[in-house]
């Protein structure tokens, strides 16, 4: 059984249960996340969970999709991709839409061989990495909604696996920037949301961090600056890596500016 994809399936129904009972209008109300509507939100989660998906049950189809996929986006833009490939279905429609797939979708990737290799738009991965991806985004863009709701998360250890890619892209960060790490990977101790202690690389006290484990996932996912928590920061290279850390694939990007993403 693959945890990750239980763990997918309960961030998803925590991010369902709070969109349920919207109102149509307040899709539409831009977040603070470059703008974002929460019918992009459900827009991007939905077609890139497909995609996901895709890979796992007709690997050609896949390729065959993303070649087309990249192309027109490339004419366009990423926003206006998801929102013709999800065919207009906006508000309460796109909602049920993205949670009855997801739904079959977790349940389908339970069963899955965890080191299976599976083809993405950058370098095949296992499938505990493709599903733990997935849990990642729907983590991370479900804060905006949370933010623009007004509605403060209870966290879950489900977010071990956010945790864990956090720490494994430190040198990521940095190649995407084109940069050279400053040094080896800083200690991190976080306090999980049942109490529990997880613990990332090499014991030091002149290099750590230290705190809540959620608050760590908002700096590495870059929905949160590393001032508006109250992680404890030691050492130059974890001060560097905090400053830009960065746990999803594609460009460079800037975290948001400190005050600037909040819950209503």
Same mark, same amino acid.
């Given at each position: ?17 709070? !969109?349920?009972? !919207? ?26 969970? *497909? ?5 796992? #049950? ?14 027109? @986006?490339?004419?366009?833009?990423? =926003?206006?991709?998801?929102?013709? *490939?999800? /065919? ?18 977790a349940a389908r990737f339970v069963e899955v061989d965890p ?8 370098p095949d991965m296992s499938a505990r990495s493709s599903i733990?991806? =997935? ?6 863009? /479900? ?8 509605? #403060? ?5 489900? @977010?071990?696996?956010?945790? #864990?890619?956090? +720490? ?26 049942? /109490? ?12 750590? @961090?230290e705190g809540k484990a959620a608050e760590f996932c908002q #700096?590495? +996912?870059?929905? =949160?600056? @590393? ?14 890596? !905090? ?22």
């Amino acid at each position: 059984m693959l945890q990750e994809a239980l763990d997918f399936k309960a961030e998803s129904d925590a991010l369902y249960a709070l !969109m349920r009972d !919207m109102n149509e209008a307040d899709f539409d109300a831009p977040t603070q996340f470059k703008g974002w509507t929460l019918n992009n939100v459900l827009e991007h989660l939905h077609m890139w969970n *497909w995609a996901a998906n895709e890979s796992y #049950v007709d690997e050609d189809n896949f390729a065959a999709w993303l070649g087309d996929a990249m192309t027109a @986006i490339g004419k366009s833009s990423m =926003r206006a991709y998801e929102a013709d *490939w999800n /065919g207009g279905a906006k508000g309460q429609a796109l909602l049920e839409k993205w949670h009855s797939f997801y739904t079959d979708m977790a349940a389908r990737f339970v069963e899955v061989d965890p080191k299976k290799r599976l083809k993405w738009a950058g370098p095949d991965m296992s499938a505990r990495s493709s599903i733990s991806a =997935r849990l990642m985004e729907t983590w991370a863009h /479900g804060q905006e909604v949370f933010d623009q709701l007004g509605a #403060v998360r209870n966290d879950q250890d489900t @977010i071990r696996s956010i945790a #864990v890619l956090g +720490t494994n892209t430190f040198g990521w960060t940095y190649a995407t920037r084109g940069e050279t790490p400053p040094g080896p990977m800083p200690f991190v101790k976080l306090t999980a949301p049942s /109490g529990a202690i997880w613990e990332f690389g090499e014991a030091s006290n002149a290099e750590r @961090i230290e705190g809540k484990a959620a608050e760590f996932c908002q #700096v590495v +996912t870059q929905v =949160r600056n @590393i001032a508006d928590t109250d992680l404890t920061v030691t050492g130059d290279v974890a001060a560097d890596w !905090m400053s830009k850390a960065q746990c999803f694939a594609g460009a460079p990007e800037t975290p948001p500016a400190p005050g600037t993403r909040f819950t209503k």
